[in-house]
T-cell receptor, first 111, second 117 residues
Framework: GQSLEQPSEVTAVEGAIVQINCTYQ??????LSWYQQHDGGAPTFLSYNGLDGLEETGRFSSFLSRSDSYGYLLLQELQMKDSASYFC????????????FGKGTTLSVSS | NAGVMQNPRHLVRRRGQEARLRCSPM?????VYWYRQLPEEGLKFMVY????????ESGMPKERFSAEFPKEGPSILRIQQVVRGDSAAYFC???????????????FGPGTRLTVL
């Protein structure tokens, strides 16, 4: 079967760095993606890793280790507007083209 | 270029009624996905459609739920004889194509929040 594990909540202060981990179990693997969702609104795509290593996009970076079935999202220079839910998601052979989402990590940024 | 549009944004139904949720994909996108999100949960895949075809409905309950994406018009997710457990946010996503590898740029709509009384 497919499953993804990520922490349910993370708290941090403005300007800090936070790391959100995600471990996954899939039959086949076609990459790990990260999505941001504010207040139950439309999830928006943040980052994707298809190969091992670090992908950097501005203040956000994402890392993947396929041998460990593990990835993380790194958020730097946190701002209040980063308070949101963050979901890791995978595609795998069994699911076809659909995304399988983790339950999400709620990030609360305080001043 | 308008994004993915969903309507209604909020829908209230009594138990036993029918709910119809509409999704208009982004211009140029021919692939539509429906997901359901319960409170404090991630999104769960329901069904994947292309124009006039259901490609994968493995995540959709066999009874009471159906989906279509006609040649003309929006994709529709239909829930018959709704029950309280159907209360959730239903998100539609669209993509321009499928790829065997890569981020599969899925763009999500704002969702329809269904409340069953």
């Amino acid at each position: 079967g497919q499953s993804l594990e990520q922490p349910s909540e993370v708290t941090a202060v403005e300007g800090a760095i936070v790391q959100i981990n995600c471990t996954y179990q899939t039959s086949g693997f076609y990459g790990l993606s990260w999505y941001q969702q504010h207040d139950g609104g439309a999830p928006t795509f943040l980052s994707y890793n298809g190969l091992d290593g670090l992908e950097e996009t501005g203040r956000f970076s994402s890392f993947l280790s396929r041998s460990d079935s593990y990835g993380y999202l790194l958020l730097q220079e946190l701002q209040m507007k980063d308070s949101a839910s963050y979901f890791c998601a995978v595609r795998d052979r069994q699911a076809g083209t659909a995304l399988i989402f983790g339950k999400g990590t709620t990030l609360s940024v305080s001043s | 270029n308008a994004g993915v549009m969903q309507n209604p944004r909020h829908l209230v139904r009594r138990r036993g009624q029918e709910a119809r949720l509409r999704c208009s994909p982004m211009k140029g996108h021919s692939h539509v996905y429906w997901y359901r999100q319960l409170p404090e949960e991630g999104l769960k895949f329901m069904v994947y459609l292309q124009k006039e075809n259901i490609i994968d409905e493995s995540g959709m309950p066999k009874e009471r739920f159906s989906a279509e994406f006609p040649k003309e018009g929006p994709s529709i997710l239909r829930i018959q004889q709704v029950v309280r457990g159907d209360s959730a946010a239903y998100f539609c996503a669209s993509s321009p194509e499928t790829r065997s590898f890569g981020p599969l740029s899925q763009y999500f709509g704002p969702g329809t929040r269904l409340t069953v009384l």
